[in-house]
């Protein structure tokens, strides 16, 4: 190990993603780079102790368990990143690139965050971060909201005072406010146009908060979302909750006087899940027993033997779940579920595919109270 002595480091080329490039000249013969570097993928001496080295600017955990990318020291200086551990036995630097407002980036896994994050947002602001596509083979961006805190919307689900936007994309992506912490979207890029996610907060003295990665995904990816999926999960199972879900009520009256909604309104979206090899059906079903309020007076019918209502008497604001059985083979009569109660939990099972769970809220949640979204598990079924 300690037999080399790399005087020098000359950044020779620099590409996006690829690989790295040093040029190191030794003042001592006797060392062994490839004895060194056993992860290096290439390398070639010319003379008398000069040699490029290169590796591949593959992903890797930073310290502080961030995501990054394999850089040469420089390199992450460069681009603004930060040297977050060693990668590439110890020849390169895990870059992690955390940018604030007002920044673009066509890297990936770059991670975008308030003004002075981890320190909260306490006024007003408008931040526009921009997603370049890291090279014309890139489909789609995935923005997990490592933490998104906003404020809350007004009593009726309007985000009035805080709002994540997200244009530019060949999909539409609802406005967002309130606690998504834990979210994600992907959002498909239209032609060459870059994508921009835009976070305005207002004047009122609320802590905000927000850390999003973005990846951006390659159109040959294999786990690249289907077409359209604005959620898309990949495991055999897993949570799924509404945009600003909480257990809490919405402290907020709405315009007709009643406790009003944590449920945006104008959403209207499609969550996928991954058929996984060998699973069959998949049943949907609450996460706990009052998990499941999108419509109607949740204070009034929470729990109710009505509580929940299907079909016609969803009009506005439903999730759809397609051709559900009942687990005793019985085709149940509807797909469009609302209310204040997700039918007996683990009772359905649909099997049509692919598996998609669509979400409706309209722009009037003005009659609805105290409703606060829902969460919902999906657990895949082995084909039997
Ligand atoms: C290799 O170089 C080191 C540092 O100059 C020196 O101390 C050592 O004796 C050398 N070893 C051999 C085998 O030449
Ligand atoms: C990009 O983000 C960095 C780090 O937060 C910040 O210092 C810089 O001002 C931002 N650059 C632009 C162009 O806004
Ligand atoms: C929006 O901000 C205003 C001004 O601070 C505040 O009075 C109001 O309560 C906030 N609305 C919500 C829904 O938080
Ligand atoms: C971006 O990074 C993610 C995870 O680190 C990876 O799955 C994805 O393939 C990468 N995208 C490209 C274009 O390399
Ligand atoms: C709310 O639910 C109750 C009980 O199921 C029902 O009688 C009422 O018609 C519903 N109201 C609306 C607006 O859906
Ligand atoms: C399945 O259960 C539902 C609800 O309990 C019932 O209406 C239906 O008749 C049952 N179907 C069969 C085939 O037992
Ligand atoms: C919203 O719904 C309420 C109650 O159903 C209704 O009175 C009101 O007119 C609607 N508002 C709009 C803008 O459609």
């Given at each position: 190990?300690n037999k080399?002595?790399l005087v020098?480091?000359?950044l020779?080329?620099?590409l996006?993603a690829g690989?790295s490039f040093?040029y190191?000249?030794?003042d001592?013969?006797?060392?062994s780079?490839?004895e060194r ?10 003379g008398w102790?000069v040699?490029i080295v ?6 890797c955990?930073?310290?502080?368990g961030?995501?990054?990318t394999c850089?040469?020291?420089?390199q ?8 977050s551990g060693?990668?590439?036995?110890n020849?390169g630097v ?11 980036s066509?890297?990936?896994n770059t991670?975008f965050?308030?003004?002075?994050y981890?320190?909260?947002?306490t006024g007003?602001?408008?931040?526009v971060y921009?997603i370049?596509?890291?090279n014309?083979?890139i ?6 909201f490592?933490?998104?805190t906003?404020a809350?919307?007004?009593g009726?689900g309007?985000?009035?005072?805080d709002?994540?936007t997200i244009?530019?994309g060949g999909?539409?992506?609802p ?5 998504n912490?834990?979210q994600?979207?992907?959002?498909q890029?239209y032609e060459?146009q870059?994508?921009?996610?835009e976070?305005?907060?207002?004047t009122?003295?609320f ?5 999003l990665?973005?990846?951006?995904i390659?159109?040959n990816c294999?786990t690249?979302?289907p077409?359209?999926c604005l959620?898309?999960?990949t495991?055999?199972s ?11 009520e919405?402290?907020?009256l709405?315009?007709i006087?009643a ?7 104008n959403?209207?979206?499609?969550v996928?899940?991954a058929m996984?090899?060998?699973?069959c059906?998949?049943?949907w079903s609450?996460?706990?027993y009052?998990s499941f309020t ?10 109710g033997?009505n ?7 969803c009009p506005?604001?439903f999730?759809i779940v397609?051709?559900?059985?009942l687990t ?10 609302c209310g204040?109660y997700?039918p007996t939990?683990e009772?359905?099972s649909?099997?049509?595919k692919?598996f998609v ?10 009659a609805?109270?105290a409703n606060r979204?829902?969460s919902?598990s999906?657990?895949?079924q082995?084909?039997?």
């Open positions: 190990m080399i002595f020098e480091f000359v020779l080329c620099y996006k690989t040093l190191e000249r030794q001592q013969s006797n060392t780079i490839t570097q056993p992860r290096l993928i290439g390398l070639w001496s010319w102790g040699g290169r590796f591949q600017n593959s992903a955990t930073g310290e502080t961030l995501v990054g850089y040469t020291r420089r992450c200086s460069d681009i603004g990143g930060s040297a060693s990668c590439a036995s020849i895990c870059c992690v690139l955390q940018l604030g407002c007002g920044n673009s066509s890297y990936n991670y965050v308030n003004t002075n981890p320190t909260p947002v007003g602001s408008r931040c921009t370049e596509k890291c014309s083979d489909c789609q961006a995935r923005i997990e490592i933490s998104v906003l809350q919307p007004d009726d309007n985000c009035v005072n709002t994540l244009r530019g999909s539409v992506v406005v967002i406010c309130g606690e912490s834990g994600h979207v992907y959002v890029f060459d870059d994508i921009q996610i976070v305005v907060t207002s009122g003295t802590s905000r908060i927000w850390n990665r973005v990846m951006q390659a159109c294999p690249i979302a077409s359209g959620m898309y999960y495991s055999i897993g949570i799924v909750n509404s945009f600003n879900y909480g257990s809490t919405s402290s907020t709405n315009s006087g406790t009003g909604t944590r449920q945006l309104v959403q209207n979206y499609g996928c899940v996984i090899p060998g699973y059906s998949i049943i609450q996460t706990s009052n999108v419509s109607n007076d949740t204070e009034a019918y929470l729990f033997s509580a929940g209502t299907f079909g016609n008497e506005y604001d999730v397609p051709a559900p059985y005793n083979g019985s085709l149940f009569y509807t797909d469009r579920f204040n997700f939990v009772i359905f649909a099997f049509s692919p769970l669509t979400v409706v809220n309209n722009g009037n949640d003005t609805d109270v979204g829902f919902l999906y657990t895949q082995l084909c039997r």
